[in-house]
T-cell receptor, first 113, second 113 residues
């Protein structure tokens, strides 16, 4: 069955460092991979996406990579700030018109000042 | 004003009661979704709707029903609530075409005692 995995352990880093979060998947060939941010008690917010034929995508301090051979996406936040502390979810989208996403369980990032 | 709104934001109900969660959106999207989120399990799809006449079951639809009253409104009902339906419920919308990025409401925290 399709499976998407994110590190369930919280990631703790110092302010100013680069945070790197991992999303691995199996038994799936996604057309897109999306990343969301979720703050406690709030709905997820879409951040950015990357297509299957793209290796890297950037948006301000965010960078996403996508390796379809390794079946893995890495999400980087450079020059991290305490305000970046949140849970980050990855989601897979297939190329068929099902309109459904498969979400990972999320990784919590804590940036310490 | 928020693009996707949910009511109520919090609800405590007793086992066996019928409860309805409502979702409204002003994004003009045809596609709407209901998810539940439990600690450690991530977001799981309950139902989704591509338009007013097209409603589909998600991975965990048992015990739930939905109604799409208009393009902008999508309601989730628990016909006879049970304690393991205690969770955070999110409504989301997405554009019709790929990559279906999701826009979430603020969530409803439901407790069934």
């Amino acid at each position: 069955s399709q499976k998407i995995e994110q590190n369930s352990e919280a990631l703790n880093i110092q302010e100013g460092k680069t945070a790197t979060l991992t999303c691995n998947y199996t038994n799936y060939s996604p057309a897109y991979l999306q990343w969301y941010r979720q703050d406690p008690g709030r709905g997820p917010v879409f951040l950015l996406l990357i297509r299957e034929n793209e290796k890297e995508k950037r948006k301000e301090r965010l960078k996403v990579t996508f390796d379809t051979t390794l079946k893995q996406s890495l999400f980087h936040i450079t020059a991290s700030q305490p305000a970046d502390s949140a849970t980050y979810l990855c989601a897979l989208v297939g190329s068929s018109n099902t309109g459904k996403l498969i979400f990972g369980q999320g990784t919590t990032l804590q940036v310490k000042p | 004003d928020a693009d996707v709104t949910q009511t109520p934001r919090n609800r405590i109900t007793k086992t066996g009661k019928r409860i309805m969660l409502e979702c409204s959106q002003t994004k003009g999207h045809d596609r709407m979704y209901w998810y539940r989120q439990d600690p450690g399990l991530g977001l799981r799809l309950i139902y989704y709707s591509f338009d007013v006449k097209d409603i589909n079951k998600g991975e965990i639809s048992d015990g739930y029903s939905v109604s799409r009253q208009a393009q902008a409104k999508f309601s989730l009902s628990l016909e006879s609530a049970i304690p393991n339906q205690t969770a955070l419920y999110f409504c989301a919308t997405s554009p019709t075409g790929l990559p279906y990025e999701q826009y979430f409401g603020p969530g409803t925290r439901l407790t069934v005692t």
